[in-house]
């Protein structure tokens, strides 16, 4: 899996799906903390929350892929 650049994708489609970062926190079931450190690329999510995040959004998984 990529390590660079998950953020920045999740990001994007986070703010075009019109979620906040706390809403969108909720939503995937993770702290905004821990959502900010992914969005900023200081954290790589695993392979299950890339997967919900995608579903979430309504996206596929490969749209997210850097």
Known sequence: METLNWGRRIRAF??????????FAKEIGVSVSVLGE???DTRIPDEQLIGHIASVLSISIDELRP
């Not at 986070?14 to 809403?23: A, H, I, M, P």
């Open 38 to 40: 992914i969005e900023r």
């Open 14 to 23: 986070r703010k075009l799906k019109g979620y906040t970062q706390e809403s």
